[in-house]
């Protein structure tokens, strides 16, 4: 490793999270990746004790699992705070996308777009050193069953691009739950018994479909929370909220109402709809037909990206309806995933 270069892993418990801080020690630019907001102490206390100047502080992607310390970092100490372009996070200083640099001292952290655990996940390229976020874990992988994930775009990603780095590279994930640290990319491509040792993209999908998997804990505080760089003040989505998968509303598509609260324009629109889907648009029409509906009744909203579905839902928790949910990642993710409209 370059002398120069000033490197820290550090670990929250709670979510398994790691943080990395990255620094140039001649002229103490410093960077973070990956923060978790109940650190937040910890971390500055860090970088004042190292006498280092954070200059930037990266996501690579909208964690679930733990709200970003990100936009309090920015209060405190006027960081850049930067996230995936895809991910659509107007408050963030930098939206990075393939090929984009960040620049500390003389160091550089390239950007690959690496999309499959969401669709808009990034990993960071520096010196040898590879920040995979949750794409490549450590004999592992991210999962790919919500905010947009695919186990075919995972797959690509990390055979396609994170493979073809140099076998030597260190690899720095942004979790592990089995007492791992790092790895590097040769290791990983002998011995990932994900998509390892030549395993098919096939082998791979058939993985990850079984892996049956509980929601992370904080998912309902996290999503609002990242979506607003980490701000404490946007109100979490009710705790009783459900959010459907395409697997779960592909079976029972028949005998539930699936409500579009998009406008009329886009459920006719380039995306199309779901198969005996109900056009209701989000606002008045929505209320009004909420207020005539039987409580009793399953429904799930469906919207583009599952922004407005999710809101709709929510109201009609407020309004009595306890069997409700919202289908996540919208009619995008049902596009992706070839579902018929
Ligand atoms: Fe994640």
């Not at 999309?115 to 976020?133: I, K, Q, V």
């Not at 760089?229 to 705790?239: F, H, R, W, Y």
């Amino acid at each position: 490793m370059n002398k120069n270069l000033v490197f820290q892993q550090l670990f929250d418990s709670e979510s398994s999270t790691f943080t990395y801080l990255l620094a140039d020690s001649r002229t103490k630019e410093a960077v973070l990746i990956d923060t978790v907001l109940e650190n937040l102490d910890r971390d500055l206390k860090l970088i004042t004790e190292l006498e280092l100047h954070l200059k930037y502080v990266l996501d690579t992607h909208i964690h679930a699992d733990h709200v970003t310390a990100a936009g309090q970092m920015r209060k405190r100490c006027g960081v850049l705070t930067a996230v995936p372009k895809k991910a659509n996070v107007p408050c963030a200083d930098l939206n990075l996308s393939e090929g984009d640099e960040i620049k500390f001292g003389e160091f550089v952290i390239k950007v690959l777009e690496t999309p499959g655990h969401t669709d808009a996940s990034l990993s960071f390229y520096c010196e040898d050193m590879l920040f995979s976020g949750d794409a490549l874990l450590i004999r592992g992988t991210g999962r790919t069953d919500f905010q947009s994930g695919s186990s075919e775009e995972l797959y690509k990603s990390i055979t396609e691009k994170l493979f073809q780095l140099p076998a030597e590279t260190r690899l720095y994930p942004a979790h592990d739950y089995k007492g791992f640290t790092s790895s590097s990319i040769g290791a990983e491509i002998k011995h990932n018994p994900r998509l390892g040792a030549g395993k098919s993209q096939q082998d791979f999908i058939k993985i990850m479909s079984e892996l049956k998997l509980s929601y992370p804990k904080k998912i309902n505080e996290a999503l609002p929370a990242n979506n607003a760089c980490g701000s404490k003040d946007v109100k979490a989505l009710d705790p009783r909220l459900k959010i459907s998968t395409i697997e779960n509303l592909k079976s029972r598509a028949d005998d539930i109402l699936i409500v579009d609260v998009r406008r009329p324009d886009e459920y006719v629109g380039e995306q199309g709809h779901i198969q005996g889907s109900r056009l209701v648009t989000l606002g008045e029409d929505l209320t009004r037909f909420l207020e005539s509906y039987n409580r009793s009744e399953e429904i799930i909203f469906v919207c583009h990206s599952g922004t407005r579905s999710a809101e709709a839902a929510q109201l009609a928790l407020q309004m009595g309806f306890e069997k409700v949910s919202f289908l996540d990642g919208g009619m995008l993710h049902w596009n992706k995933a070839h579902r018929p409209v």
